[in-house]
């Protein structure tokens, strides 16, 4: 199979390259430390329409001297402009926030004047190090505001006159892709030409015949019950003087998904889109959405229902093609109008990052089964588009049936189909649905198909990767690589879902299985806020939330709703993103608020059907619905301990000191019933000893003082000795077992379950086959699921010892405590994690008879490491052939007889350490 891994190349090499860049345009200071790179407004690079109305900045710093230590900021300016003529005048207009005594480089808020809709703001920054050395402005950055008041929208709603209508059983949607097109004139060229149109169903923008932008299957998700995200696209290159013609095609998609269903708006893919062109004259030209667009059926419509087990894929009949359907030489008199709807929505921008194809994966193998039917292996189960090239008689139909499974034709019920044009010649490429499989079957089709004629395209939300690893352990290194090969299949449309073939839900529950693996290893900043959206966008009057955000539908419990705290709260302490906590702390009031509506005894007590009320799901040989299992109201009574003692810090983060009093009193009642309830003291246990249940127990500190290490040997022997060595975990379970171990940096347990062979296991999966992460450990159902990706956090943070810091949020100063423990069965290994200050690298290896120790440890600018070698005081440790108390940039806290704790600031180190030869 192949791997990912060229996802975090890019990063670096675009930073070197700006950092050449700027080196080489601007004049140079006496001796400045460092240079501003990536610049990012709201986390992302040069976004345009955003509808924040103070949108945050950032930057990183890059060493101009690789070999130099302890560099700062002591100080920034920030220019924003409303030109880049004042901007390179050094002039900002908007605002000059002239010297700032800080070390501050992420969430500078804007405080510049009022930024009105489609403002255009122009800026740059420079940054004072630690001996007084100002840097260069950096490369110029922008942003544009988008629609920030509804009365800023002065286009309609519209569609086609259709409506899906729903059938019993698996029917099929017979509502065809809709085109929609219209003519405008303009008496001069465009200088500025914003476009932003919302849509419930994605779509495709084209102006004069070509596609605006690269990005596939726009808008991302949003819950279309309340709200429509809107995008917003520079037509500028676009345009011509005199007559054009603005195109949209879309997708029905999830214009017709049943938990999106209201009265105000039928079921058809609608779009609301307006363009604000500044001609070169001088004068502005508005574009918008009514019922004088025309429309017209594409060849184009959605095979299944977009719902469960039926979301089916396209219909491509080449014989219903128009060419010139979107440029001016075609003569639309004959099209109908477009009509006018009325969704009460709130409209809001899309600030994550577009859906794009983002690897091309070519087949490995093409057997023939039958006459006129071939079975096409991709090499790699995924989740994305098919594209071929095809030959045969006009009007013949040729099918392609997707399957996760070598033994079947077909899973899910994914499937699509092209019919024949009459050049006998055509191309099958997804436009608006997409699948999931390995395995390819094509009917209908005369001839046995080359390679070269097939291609299959990855596409999810262009994030970048941030996080790299690699051990002497092959199976560990081939765990890596699955487990993220698998969130990059489960993130299309800007949110994870359990599996992207079967529900395409976003559930909350599993979301715990894979939040921390995403953080670890991407830039996902912008993705996860825009989710925390989707969140507070599902909850009720009553203060309840649904399983699952976006999209409502799908079982679950207290620890799935509750992920409206547990997300917020893990972005926060990753990004030190104070705003994301004020936002969403409502969200958590109310929820913590409604389940006191169900407790007995400062205990949670059962709610709701058989599927509303679920603990640890699919451990090792779990059947059935385990909402009325003693050991779910014990779980699910911990994760409410959890939520409770997380807003009482966030509450004291923002100054809510009467809150985070109030929930940690509630808390504590709650542990002391649970704990009179659950424990079993025969045993040294809570209710059946499972693993998740005690690691539950250490997480929300249940145990009395006195029982705590008792309840460790017993989770330890759990694992070690009942287990013989492997996790016993569901999803959610496993999750709260993982992060358990690696906060009390327990990575000996981790890893005898990481490294099984058999089941159940990761191990156990690869050596079966696989080459995504299943949904059941037994390979039952989904073989492309959320369900185990906890096991991605463990190899930055545990092994590689990549760790947030103990004191305050985000990476400005963090700790680095490589994985090495017992027995040390790893010679080597490797980790880096490129965090909002830059990349973090820490990696070692020892020689044959381990006694010696090698360390790279890399620490960004204006960042300092708090470092922990796993050797004491028996030991002779150097950095750069240098004892320590004579290292520069190095500072010696402790020295135990197992450990050596230094400080590290900014810079690249080498730690040799020598061990005393064992010569028994």
């Known amino acids: 199979m192949f791997h990912l891994r060229k996802r975090f190349v890019p990063s670096l090499v675009c930073a070197s390259v700006i950092l050449a860049s700027m080196l080489a345009t601007n004049p140079a200071q006496a001796n400045p430390s460092f240079q501003l790179a990536d610049l990012r407004c709201e986390y992302l690079c040069d976004p345009i329409g955003i509808d924040v109305a103070k949108p945050r900045l950032s930057w990183k710093l890059l060493a101009i001297d690789a070999n130099a ?3 700062e900021q002591t100080k920034y300016h920030i220019l924003v402009a409303g030109s880049r003529i004042n901007l390179n005048q050094n002039i900002g207009d908007l605002w000059d926030s002239g010297e700032v005594t800080s070390n501050q480089t992420t969430q500078i808020a804007y405080e510049g004047g009022e930024l009105p809709s489609r403002m255009r703001c122009f800026w740059k920054a420079r940054s004072c190090d630690q001996n007084g050395e100002w840097s260069d402005w950096s490369v110029p950055s922008q942003w544009s505001m988008g629609l920030l008041d509804p009365s800023d929208w002065k286009a309609k709603w519209i569609g086609a006159d259709k409506s899906f209508a729903r059938q019993r059983g698996m029917s099929d949607n017979t509502m065809p892709d809709p085109w929609f097109r219209k003519t405008i004139v303009l008496y001069d060229g465009a200088r500025y030409a914003p476009f932003s149109i919302a849509s419930i169903g994605y779509h495709e923008l084209y102006v004069n015949g070509r596609k605006v932008h690269d990005t596939v299957l726009a808008p991302n998700v949003a819950t279309h019950k309340v709200r429509a995200r809107y995008v917003t696209y520079e037509i500028q290159d676009y345009l011509q003087p005199g007559e054009n013609v ?13 938990q999106y269903k209201t009265d105000d708006k039928p079921q058809t893919p609608m779009f609301l889109a307006q363009a604000d062109i500044l001609l070169n004259n001088g004068q502005t030209v508005q574009v918008v959405s009514d019922s004088s667009w025309k429309t017209h059926d594409s060849p184009n419509i959605l095979l299944g229902v977009w719902d469960f087990m039926n979301y089916g894929g396209e219909l491509y009949d080449a014989n219903k093609e128009i060419p010139h359907w979107n440029d001016i030489s075609l003569d639309d008199s004959s099209w109908d109008s477009a009509t006018e709807y009325s969704p009460s929505l709130a409209i809001s921008a899309e600030m994550s990052e577009p859906n794009r194809i983002i690897k091309t994966i070519q087949p490995v193998a093409v057997d023939r089964i039958s006459e006129n039917e071939y079975r096409v292996d991709m090499g790699v189960n995924f989740a994305g588009w098919l594209r071929m090239n095809l030959k045969g008689e006009p009007g013949q139909r040729i099918d392609f049936q997707y399957s996760e499974r070598l033994d079947q034709p077909m899973t899910h019920r994914l499937h699509s189909a092209y019919i024949m044009g009459p050049s006998g010649e055509g191309v099958f490429q997804n436009r608006f649905n997409y699948h999931s499989g390995r395995w390819i079957t094509i009917k209908g089709l005369g001839y046995k198909p080359s390679l070269d004629e097939i291609q299959g395209f990855l ?28 969130f990059d299949n489960l993130s299309l449309g ?9 529900e395409r839900m976003g559930y909350g529950g599993d979301a715990h299985a894979t939040t921390r693996t995403g953080l670890n290893n991407y830039d996902l900043p912008a993705f996860y806020t825009k989710w925390s959206q989707d969140w507070r966008d599902v909850q009720d009057e009553s203060g309840n939330l649904p399983y699952t955000a976006p999209t409502y539908w799908g079982g679950g419990g207290p620890g799935w709703s509750g992920f409206c705290i547990t997300l917020p709260w893990e972005l926060y302490k990753r990004y030190n993103d104070v705003r994301i906590l004020e936002i969403n702390f409502s969200t958590m009031q109310r929820w913590l608020d409604f389940l006191e509506t169900h407790v007995e005894n400062d205990m949670l007590t059962r709610w ?37 003692q997380t807003a009482a810090e966030i509450a004291g983060i923002l100054g809510e000191e009467d809150l985070a009093g109030k929930y940690n009193q509630r808390a504590d009642a709650v542990r002391k019933a649970v704990h009179q309830e659950f424990f079993n003291p025969d045993d040294s246990c809570y209710v059946t000893g499972f693993q998740a249940y005690l690691a539950l127990a250490i997480m929300v500190d249940l145990p009395p003082e006195r029982l705590r290490p008792v309840i460790w040997d017993r989770l330890e022997e759990e694992i070690l000795v009942r287990r013989q060595g492997h996790i016993h975990a569901g999803i959610t379970g496993g999750a709260f077992l993982l992060n358990t171990l690696m906060d009390h940096n327990r990575q000996d347990l981790i890893y005898a379950m990481a490294t099984q062979p058999d089941y159940p296991g990761w191990g156990d999966m690869i050596h079966r086959g696989a080459t995504t992460i299943w949904e059941a450990w037994e390979g039952r159902n989904s073989i492309l699921h959320s369900s185990y990706l906890h096991i991605g956090s463990w190899f930055i943070n545990g092994i590689g010892g990549i760790k947030l810091g103990e004191e305050q949020a985000g990476f400005q100063d963090f700790v680095i405590q490589p994985g090495i423990f017992g027995d040390r069965p790893l010679k080597y290994a490797s980790a880096k994690y490129v965090s909002e200050y830059g990349p973090i690298a820490s990696s070692w290896k020892c020689n044959i008879d381990e006694t010696e120790y ?26 750069m052939q240098k004892p320590l108390d004579q290292a520069s940039g190095v500072t010696v806290l402790e020295q135990t007889e197992d450990a050596t704790t230094v400080n590290l600031k900014s810079g690249n180190y080498y730690f040799v350490v020598k061990l005393e030869k064992n010569e028994n």
Request: overall charge negative.
């Open 69 to 71: 230590r302890g560099l």
């Open 246 to 258: 603005i195109a949209v095609w879309m997708g029905v998609s999830w214009s017709i998904f049943q």
């Open 459 to 486: 596409i999810h939300p262009d994030y970048k990767r941030a996080g790299e690893f690699h051990c002497s352990n092959p199976l560990l290194n081939e765990i890596y690589e699955t487990t993220l090969w698998t």
């Open 494 to 502: 800007a949110y994870i879902v359990d599996c992207p073939q079967r």
């Open 608 to 644: 709701g059907g058989q599927w509303d009320f679920l603990g640890d799901w699919l451990w090792p040989g779990a059947n059935g619905v385990n909402g009325d299992y003693r050991g779910t109201l014990f779980f699910n009574n911990c994760y409410w301990i959890y939520n409770l």
């Open 854 to 879: 090698v360390f790279s440890f890399e620490v960004p600018p204006n960042t300092t490491a708090k470092t922990i070698l796993p050797f004491g005081k028996d030991c002779t440790i150097q950095e």
